[in-house]
């Protein structure tokens, strides 16, 4: 549905993406994921026809975005980071507004617009001037404007950006939903939501893609090794020679103390020895016994981290690039 | 095209401005025309409309500074340039909106004309060049504000360089006074955008008068569409 290769983009003399290459198909939810200045946007904004590549090529649903930006354009419903609202105009006329400007043809517009309305909860405000409604709203009501015309790929860039916890949530449900009928792409700084919404990432760094994996393999294969978080009631020392002597275990590293009279550790083990069993023997016949234990969850800095420190060796690209 | 117009149309009344256009531009003409016609007596409107002229000067960048300064502003640019709609019909769209505001002031002027024949005898031929004339005049204008406007994000600055440009092609018909050099004043002859309209306001409507206006307009509308689609490539 979407083919994009080698897009390099430069701004003057600063590179924003350099030969990005990915395929979605039909029907794909996918992740976007990188930090703040990574090139999501940009790539966003070639792949819609906002932007031109310096070189390479984008296409919608086989079209070139360049070649015949109009009939690609029809397939696509963007909302871009700061959703394109004016002010000055109510919900109900900019959704007219833009159903025009798409130059939709569906058989009731009434019927149409009503349906977005309620699929993102805008309808208590549809009369309301966009000036005076809040962040959340104006970002429903700038995704709604994206599903205008019934696209069949939708580009969200950030759509939970701004939102409450509670409108994160319902917003998340919605792009589930969506997605069950069209191609969705969305760019997020935030891994939770990937691991919610998308079947499939795309990690993207210094704009280079660096992964390219389902969600729940990018954490356990970028990590490579296992790390479990314990709190074990005893003397810091003496547990942590204790954990040292089990086998499997590569690594002990001391963490903050959280309670009294107990120790917080960060245990690295062998990705092929399960050692919670050993760890548990070995620590209850020492007496002392195990508070907590729990996989220590990769955070978005550590993927980066560790994803950027193997793209330095070239052998290793291979195996995360897939 | 047709939904951009319609929607800069509607915002010109959804904003103070259209209605600080269409009053400021009113209140100068009628009282003008108080005072030139219905003082002096006369049917004779060419003086009026040659005042409608001077006038737009300090208007149409009014009308002209939001086109796209207000669309960068918002980031609505986004929506209208990844809509399936080619630049052009977005640029002509917009330009069409400011010329249809300024329809609006040229509707009220046909109550002169009402007031005119009920006391006198209007000429016919003249009145009707004058029509057309002043509608080419604007186009000129518009499209050479549409192009500041295109240029920056900042209204007021947009609005500041329409009036700069505007004052400074009335200021060039001026400067070839006292120089007897024909082939300069033949050249500022070309391509003055006052000048011209005199032929036009006495009744000669001809065709490479109205040419000269239509190809400005044609030229800027172009010009414009240009700096819009460069802005994709920067």
């Given at each position: ?212 994996d389902e969600p729940q393999n990018l954490a356990g294969k970028v990590a490579g090794e296992h790390k ?43 990705p ?23 996989p220590?969850?990769m955070?978005?800095?550590?993927i980066?981290?560790s ?16 | ?234």
């Amino acid at each position: 549905m979407i083919e994009v290769s080698h897009l390099t983009k430069v701004y003057g003399d600063k590179r924003g993406i350099t030969d990005i290459s990915f395929t979605i198909n039909e029907g794909e939810i996918v992740g976007f994921l990188g930090p703040n200045g990574a090139g999501k946007t940009t790539t966003m904004n070639i792949i819609t026809g906002y932007l031109s590549a310096t070189s390479g090529t984008a296409k919608v649903g086989g079209i070139d975005v360049l070649e015949d930006p109009i009939a690609a354009k029809k397939n696509i419903g963007y909302l871009p980071e700061h959703p394109p609202l004016y002010l000055d105009m109510k919900v109900s006329e900019y959704l007219n507004f833009v159903y025009e400007l798409k130059n939709a043809d569906l058989p009731s517009r009434k019927n149409h617009i009503a349906e977005i309305c309620e699929l993102v909860g805008i309808e208590e405000v549809y009369q309301r001037v966009i000036k005076n409604l809040s962040k959340g709203y104006r970002q429903r009501v700038g995704l709604a404007q994206a599903l205008i015309g019934n696209p069949t790929v939708l580009i969200l860039d950030e759509p939970t950006v701004g939102l409450d916890p509670r409108q994160i949530v319902e917003i998340r449900n919605v792009i589930k939903e969506l997605g069950k009928r069209r191609t969705v792409i969305l760019s997020t700084h935030i891994l939770p939501e990937v691991e919610a919404i998308c079947e499939r990432v795309l990690v993207i760094n210094k704009g280079v893609i660096i992964a390219d994996d389902e969600p729940q393999n990018l954490a356990g294969k970028v990590a490579g090794e296992h790390k479990l978080a314990v709190r074990i009631a005893g003397p810091k020392k003496n547990v942590s020679q204790l954990l040292r002597s089990i086998d499997g275990i590569r690594e002990v590293t001391p963490l903050a103390d959280r309670e009294k009279g107990a120790s917080d550790f960060l245990v690295e083990s062998h990705p092929a020895i399960d050692v919670r069993k050993p760890m548990f023997n070995t620590l209850a016949k020492a007496g002392y016994p195990i508070l907590m234990m729990r996989p220590h969850d990769m955070s978005l800095e550590d993927i980066f981290i560790s994803l950027t420190e193997e793209t330095a060796d070239p052998d290793d690209l291979k195996g995360v690039h897939q | 095209m047709l939904a951009i117009l319609k929607r800069d149309l509607r915002g010109y009344f959804t904003s103070p401005i259209g209605y600080v256009f269409i009053a400021a531009f009113l209140a100068v003409l009628n009282s003008y025309f108080y005072i030139n016609n219905i003082l002096q007596a006369t049917s004779d409107i060419a003086s009026l409309f040659g005042f409608i002229r001077f006038v737009l000067i300090f208007t149409v960048p009014i009308l002209t500074m939001r086109l796209f300064s207000e669309e960068y502003k918002q980031k609505t640019d986004q929506l209208l340039l990844t809509s399936p709609n080619g630049v052009f019909g977005i640029v002509l769209g917009k330009f069409l909106a400011a010329l249809a505001m300024f329809s609006v002031v040229i509707l009220f002027s046909l109550l002169y004309l009402v007031i005119i024949a009920a006391y006198g005898q209007p000429n016919v031929r003249q009145v009707l060049a004058n029509y057309i004339a002043i509608y080419c005049v604007a186009a000129a204008f518009i499209s050479m504000g549409l192009l500041l406007s295109s240029l920056t994000e900042n209204q007021l600055i947009s609005a500041v360089l329409a009036l700069a440009v505007f004052l400074g092609l009335y200021l060039l018909d001026y400067s070839g006074i006292g120089q007897n050099n024909r082939i300069i004043n033949n050249f500022l002859y070309a391509i003055s955008m006052f000048r011209r309209y005199e032929n036009i306001s006495r009744g000669v409507l001809a065709i490479n008068d109205l040419v000269y206006y239509i190809s400005v307009a044609a030229i800027f509308l172009f010009l414009t569409t240009r700096v819009i689609e460069k802005k994709r490539w920067s």
